[in-house]
């Protein structure tokens, strides 16, 4: 090859170079949306493993707001909404724009409205790496001075978008709402900017739910948050022969990417191992068998031999405040029911 040739073929790859570069700066990156499970892709590159990390976040953050702004705190909201944030609300005429006009309604409205925050389910359905939608679904119980309560089962939908900020040692990056978008049928008086106050007008009261206690948050094996009161969890449970793991609720199955030590690491004190493949809610113990426990939905948990007295002592000792008193032990004419089947409560 002539030195020319080689000299002109520099020149050709430096030009490129400099031509993506400028279009990157110029059109803003044109990534794609990460494919297949964001678990899987972190493990083969850094960058993706951020990405994840920052979607985590998103989604911890995108629960936390919600719950303090059901607990009528409103700081996390204001603080993390961008200055062009449009905000949808559930009923018609419920749209709002800006972060000044934001701030102004929600600090002119006066109510004695409070709130139940009942299971949350989270995800993220557009893992872009500088623009993220959180989706949210639950269940939102509003209490009236009346004594009256109202339920709805809503969605909230927020656009998570990554904005360079100006800081004192340089340039920075922050994560900051743009969209917020609920939604859940209902009418609506003329009267309501936001809160549905007068909404105890035109409908019909439900009963108000207990107020849990505790929640545990767990992350499912399709990628989605769930944050569950603690008295709705039965148990957990490992997949036979393989590395999954199940959380058996009054309301299902969810299969998790979580480990039975890191649960107990996490929540101490609220489940009892009593199995290598289980753990369990003492709350939902209804009765004691030899080498048996049985649960509130029927389903019985083996008990190895060896840790049976103890594990029996501990779930005595577990519900011996509760309002139902302490399990039944196992009478001399009932039989020991069989082994759960984990075949049987596949999702």
Not at 314 to 335: D, F, K, V
């Amino acid at each position: 090859m002539q030195p020319f040739s080689v000299i002109s073929l520099a020149i050709y790859a430096i030009s490129l170079a400099f031509l993506n570069v400028l279009l990157y700066y110029v059109l803003g990156t044109n990534e794609k949306p990460t494919e297949g499970n964001p678990a899987e892709n972190a493990d083969r590159d850094p960058q993706d493993r951020k990405d994840a990390m920052k979607t985590e976040d998103l989604i911890d953050r995108s629960i936390y707001i919600i719950t303090e702004y059901y607990k009528n705190n409103l700081e996390p909201f204001f603080e993390n909404i961008s200055d062009d944030i449009l905000w949808i609300g559930p009923a018609e005429r419920q749209q709002i724009q800006g972060r000044e006009n934001v701030i102004r309604i929600w600090k002119a409205e006066k109510h004695a409205l409070t709130f139940t925050l009942g299971d949350i389910k989270a995800r993220c359905v557009s893992p872009h790496s500088r623009v993220k939608e959180i989706l949210l679904h639950y269940d939102i119980y509003t209490h009236y001075p009346s004594g009256n309560t109202y339920v709805h089962n809503q969605w909230i939908h927020y656009t998570w978008r990554e904005k360079r900020v100006r800081t004192v040692s340089g340039w920075d990056s922050r994560q900051e709402i743009v969209l917020l978008h609920i939604s859940n049928w209902q009418e609506n008086s003329s009267q309501d900017m936001v809160y549905p106050v007068h909404y105890e007008h035109t409908s019909a009261a439900a009963l108000p739910p207990a107020r849990p206690g505790r929640y545990v948050t767990v992350k499912a094996s399709d990628m989605s948050v769930h944050r569950t009161a603690a008295d709705h969890i039965l148990y957990f449970e490992t997949v036979k022969h393989s590395a999954r793991l199940q959380m058996h609720t009054t309301d299902g199955v969810v299969l998790l990417r979580e480990t039975l030590p890191g649960l107990e690491k996490k929540y101490p004190g609220l489940f009892l191992r009593v199995h290598a493949s289980y753990l369990l809610n003492p709350a939902h113990v209804r009765e004691i068998r030899r080498f048996f426990v049985t649960l509130s939905d029927g389903t019985a948990l083996p008990i190895p031999e060896k840790n049976y007295t103890r594990i029996k002592r501990m779930i005595l000792q577990e519900n011996a405040e509760e309002p139902g008193g302490a399990p039944q032990p196992p009478s001399p004419q009932t039989h020991s029911p069989q082994p759960h089947s984990t075949q049987t409560h596949s999702p």
